[in-house]
């Protein structure tokens, strides 16, 4: 089995915030100047381009290392179905090719990145669960 540059602790962080991610919708609420309470606090998960969670997940995928980032793109890949662990060296590869300054929004432009990651975590024997990776029996 390939070995992950990045440790499953750091993926499983990456899931939690790509997932509060996910959730977020196109901003709807016409009156966002209303009380919160009486508009039963949609604006939390509206987007509306000063996200909190798109920072810290900016701030946490640009202090990886490059290794690190490749991982990330591959366990999306391998997550996605482009390969399977077999191929970790190809995908691996593939994301090295295809790699930029932009690694954040070729994550956060994959729609259900968490769910693509903990796929590719699992292909590792890995498992996603109560917000933190456990190694699968």
């Given at each position: 089995?390939?070995?992950?540059?990045?440790?499953?602790?750091?993926?499983?962080?990456?899931?939690?915030?790509?997932?509060e991610f996910d959730v977020k919708d196109?901003?709807?609420?016409?009156?966002?100047?209303?009380?919160?309470?009486?508009?039963?606090?949609?604006?939390?998960?509206?987007?509306?381009?000063?996200?909190?969670?798109?920072?810290?997940?900016?701030?946490?995928?640009?202090?990886?290392?490059?290794?690190?980032?490749?991982?990330?793109?591959?366990?999306?890949?391998?997550?996605?179905?482009?390969?399977?662990?077999?191929?970790w060296t190809d995908l691996r590869r593939?994301?090295?090719?295809?790699?930029?300054?932009?690694?954040?929004?070729?994550?956060?432009?994959?729609?259900?990145?968490?769910?693509?990651?903990?796929?590719?975590?699992?292909?590792?024997?890995?498992?996603?669960?109560?917000?933190?990776?456990?190694?699968?029996?």
């Amino acid at each position: 089995m390939p070995e992950l540059a990045i440790s499953a602790e750091k993926v499983g962080f990456l899931i939690e915030k790509a997932r509060e991610f996910d959730v977020k919708d196109a901003p709807t609420d016409p009156d966002s100047g209303s009380n919160a309470t009486d508009d039963g606090m949609i604006d939390v998960l509206e987007d509306n381009g000063s996200d909190p969670v798109v920072r810290e997940i900016t701030g946490f995928i640009n202090a990886l290392t490059e290794d690190e980032q490749l991982d990330l793109i591959a366990l999306m890949r391998l997550g996605r179905g482009d390969g399977s662990i077999e191929e970790w060296t190809d995908l691996r590869r593939e994301a090295a090719d295809t790699r930029d300054r932009h690694v954040v929004r070729t994550l956060l432009g994959e729609p259900m990145l968490g769910d693509l990651l903990a796929e590719g975590l699992g292909a590792f024997g890995r498992s996603w669960a109560d917000e933190r990776t456990t190694p699968v029996r």
